[in-house]
């Protein structure tokens, strides 16, 4: 330790306004970066960004809006019955809340880049593993697990794209994505009408997950 540490150790007043003095330096370090991300450019990069993130969450809507037809499904081919329907699609709502919840620790944690992934991975894996359930309890099982990464991947989405865009564009990219997750609705409806009749519904949760798998 040198003097001079030395005396601000022994001086409560100095040792606060040292800390004081260091406090405003991070504080202008962290300022300095949001400043330059906001005067950033629209990079390939970040188009790229955009994209993935928006393909996710189209998949991720995707999946959202094929769980009544799925439903509906199975209680007509004697599958299932009207409570073990309730349950399936209970336990896709409670994984959307609790991944919902938990999307912005993991992404403190972990980095917004890694907590994408891991929503991709649990949706993407639990839906595929949907695809091989022997009965609707394990169906319901697969269904929470997908609905965390469902939840987390919405607020995981925006966040990413909210860090990277220039401030003044933030709702321009905002909208852009949320108009492609939107279209997740007559996609699903359309998928749904398609392969249930011909294939059952297996084969949607077997696609859902591949296209999880390729964009991860």
Known sequence: MTAAEQQISGNPAAMESAQARTTVTDQAKVQD???????????PMFHRIV?????????????????????SSALATHWSTVAQNSTFMSAGFLG?????LLA??????????????????????FTFLGAFAPNMAVLSLCRLGA??????????????????????????????????????VPIAMLLC?????????????VAIGL????IW
């Not at 970066?33 to 990079?43: G, K, L, N, Q, Y």
């Not at 609905?147 to 564009?169: D, K, Q, S, Y």
């Open 33 to 43: 970066i949001i400043s330059r991300v906001d005067r950033a450019h629209e990079t």
């Open 51 to 71: 994209a993935l993130v928006a393909a996710g969450m189209l998949m991720d809507s995707i999946d959202v809006y094929i769980g009544s037809a799925v439903a």
């Open 96 to 100: 959307l809340l609790v991944g919902s």
């Open 104 to 125: 912005g620790f993991v992404g403190d944690l972990k980095g917004r880049r890694v907590a994408y992934q891991i929503n991709l991975l649990l949706f993407g894996g």
């Open 147 to 184: 609905g965390l990464g469902l939840g987390a991947e919405i607020v995981t989405g925006f966040a990413m794209v909210n860090e990277f865009a220039p401030m003044n564009r933030r709702g321009h990219w905002c909208a852009i994505v949320s108009l492609v997750a939107n279209c997740g």
């Open 193 to 205: 009408a398609w392969i249930i009749p011909r294939w059952s519904w297996r084969p949607l949760f």
């Open 211 to 214: 296209g999880a798998a390729i």
